[in-house]
């Protein structure tokens, strides 16, 4: 679902998974499982043999209680602005966002 909403945003602002320069997780209580399947959709959605640098890391909490994962990156494209986003213009002609995905309530 973060993935998703990565390329959503990426659309919005007329780029593409190709644009991204840089890309970081972070991960409430990461394991080994969610590692590899983190790395896998990551992989499926960068359309490509060689995505962006990126960390991936585990940890214990992030900023709101009820977020599980943030992706943290960005795209280097043509400056636009694009309303009601969770992205900005980091500086001519590149974007900084952040996605957000929620943990599951059990």
Known sequence: MAF???ETALAA??????????LN???VGLNHEELVT???????????DRPPP???????DLFRDDVQ?????SAKKRQRRVPQ???WPA????????IRQEKSKH
């Open 69 to 73: 994962l943030e992706i943290v990156g």
């Open 38 to 48: 983190l790395r896998e959709v990551r992989d499926r959605v960068m359309h490509e």
């Open 25 to 27: 997780h972070y991960v």
């Open 91 to 98: 500086s001519s002609g590149s974007w900084t966002f952040v």
């Open 54 to 60: 990126s960390t991936q890391a585990g940890v214990q």
């Open 13 to 22: 602002a007329g780029a593409k998974p190709a644009d991204l320069v840089k």
């Open 85 to 87: 986003a969770d992205f």
């Open 4 to 6: 998703a909403k990565l």
